[in-house]
């Protein structure tokens, strides 16, 4: 057959997240046209990305510190529940939009090939831009509350970043194209978004878990990537503004990051193998 | 000469009548899964052509003959069912041109996204914006959000783009009708030009006396499948004794 001869390509068969590296260019411009109409037409722009945080972590703070007195319970409970919070954030903000991105860009994939997997990573990494903001906002406040990390514990805040962002490119890949066929799956995602802020300690600490489901419970409760990535956030920003008496959860590092990279590895891996069945149909489905 | 696009023995089924429904579902399963969910219907069906490079060829026939969706499965948008498909070097759509414009960026920001988008790099992008901007006539209102653009300013810029990625394989779907008389002149006067320098050309359009002037070859489609392959004239001929 001449599909052995050299030069000769079957097009829409595309090579995957290998083709969104390639197309890096193209990446950029995407992820910087969803920067730049984000808060078009708004007077405080980009400002929003440091308003909005912020008074959601004032409302938690008033709620969850002062009234509920989880404040008294622990040291610094307002830096320990902003490092939760950004990370969830940007987790919730990357997923909702990764689920929507294949069919909000219906139009474009219609008519024109290229790599799809660009759509819910672009998305992911707008949501990571939207990130520092939060994360600038985190550090002033750890500096207030004398924050001396070590290189091991700002290692540990990239691999929790990387754990999330992992877990929601692999999620946004499963979602985004599974939300072609099914309408269902973005509704879903919101279902899983409002979980994810419970099923990690980010209100409450890890301790009151184990309490309430024992060892085995608990090591079931820590296998959520999302759980580790926020563990491993605590451990770096809130744990060194601490006195050091504070419990950092057993085996977190030595055991726990490595096991939530693997997780998040094998989730993205599941995430591209389904993106990759189902894409074939996108243009007629869509 | 060399084939630079390879079409064997394509299908392609639609399926005319979705069931998202969960009831009409499991009343299809309680009955045994009798029948088929859903209607399909053939779009292409057995589909096979060679097209070589720097040939000139018009896909005709009336609406819904499978034109379009033969287009799609060259740009590789749509996967045949069965039978394959191969193409040779960079294929480039003329198809519906502005389909990657964002309406809140400006004309600049548009040139580079969409010129990304059809398979530009940043490095060609530069070095043909000027001539880009100089084609689209399009002058000072290049940095204006796309928006604010007349529809004949916008798809001008958008049709400019996409005559400057300088494919080997150039689709061209209905776009014909750009623009005032002397853009569209220029238009045809620019895909000749493309003919003129040996690139391979699928065009779809209505508009016989313009695709008999553009194209060698007609390929006439009816209900998915080839009726008629041969010389343009012969091909139009034939549409029109059939109309």
């Keep these: ?286 | 000469m060399t084939n630079a696009v390879e079409i064997r023995n394509i299908d392609k089924q639609f399926v005319l009548r979705h069931t998202r429904s969960i009831k009409e579902a499991i009343v299809w399963l309680a009955k045994g899964r009798k029948g088929d969910l859903s209607e399909k219907f053939y779009a292409l069906s057995d589909v096979s052509i060679d097209i070589e490079q720097g040939d000139t060829v018009a896909l005709l026939g009336f609406n819904g003959s499978g034109k379009s969706t033969l287009l799609k499965h060259i740009s590789g948008v749509m996967l045949p069912d069965s039978g394959t498909v191969h193409t040779r070097g960079r294929v480039a759509g003329l198809i519906e041109v502005g389909a990657g414009f964002h309406p809140d960026l400006s004309g600049r920001d548009n040139v580079f996204l969409n010129g990304a988008i059809l398979g530009m790099s940043e490095a060609q992008i530069n070095e043909r914006f000027d001539s880009i901007i100089e084609f689209a006539e399009i002058g000072q209102f290049i940095d204006t959000e796309v928006k604010f653009y007349s529809s004949g300013m916008y798809l001008r810029l958008a049709f400019s783009v996409a005559v400057h990625t300088d494919p080997e394989v150039f689709l061209v779907d209905e776009i014909l009708a750009v623009g005032d008389e002397p853009f569209q002149r220029k238009c045809i006067d620019k895909i000749k030009e493309l003919a003129g320098e040996g690139k391979t050309l699928v065009v779809v359009s209505h508009d016989l006396d313009l695709v008999s002037r553009i194209c060698q070859r007609g390929i006439l489609l009816e209900q998915g499948k080839v009726r008629f392959d041969g010389p343009i004239d012969a091909a139009v001929a034939r549409l029109r004794g059939d109309g």
């Design chain 1, 1 to 286: 057959m001449s599909s052995a001869e050299s030069g000769l390509v079957r097009p829409g068969f595309g090579a995957g997240l290998a083709d969104v590296f390639r197309s890096r260019f193209l990446l950029r411009l995407l992820v910087s046209k969803e920067l730049k109409v984000r808060y078009r037409g708004s007077v405080l722009g980009l400002l929003w990305s440091y308003v909005k945080p912020g008074v959601q972590f004032v409302v938690f703070y008033v709620a969850l510190g002062l009234f509920l007195g989880l404040e008294r319970g622990m040291q610094n409970y307002a830096v320990y529940l902003f490092s939760g919070i950004v990370l969830i954030n940007f987790f919730s903000e990357a997923l909702a939009n990764a689920a929507r991105s294949i069919v909000n860009n219906g139009g474009l994939i219609k008519k024109i090939y290229l790599p799809r997997e660009l759509f819910p990573v672009a998305s992911v990494w707008v949501s990571a831009v939207h990130f520092v903001p939060q994360m600038a906002v985190l550090l002033l406040g750890c500096f207030m509350a004398g924050w001396h990390p070590s290189l091991l514990q700002l290692v540990a805040a990239v691999a929790g970043f990387l754990v999330v962002g992992m877990l929601a490119i692999g999620l946004g890949l499963f979602f985004g194209s599974a939300n072609v066929y099914f309408r269902d799956s973005e509704n879903f995602v919101d279902m899983l978004l409002m979980l994810a802020t419970w099923a990690s300690p980010v209100m409450y600490s890890w301790p009151m878990v184990r309490n309430q489901l024992g060892d085995v419970g608990f090591a079931i409760y820590q296998t959520n990537p999302l759980t580790i990535g926020v563990e491993a956030f605590h451990y770096a920003f809130w744990y060194p503004t601490t006195d050091g008496t504070a419990a950092v959860p057993p085996n977190l590092l030595a055991l726990w990051i490595p096991v939530g990279l693997v997780v998040s590895a094998v989730i993205l891996f599941l995430g591209q193998l389904t993106f990759r069945r189902l894409e074939g149909r996108f243009a007629q489905e869509l």
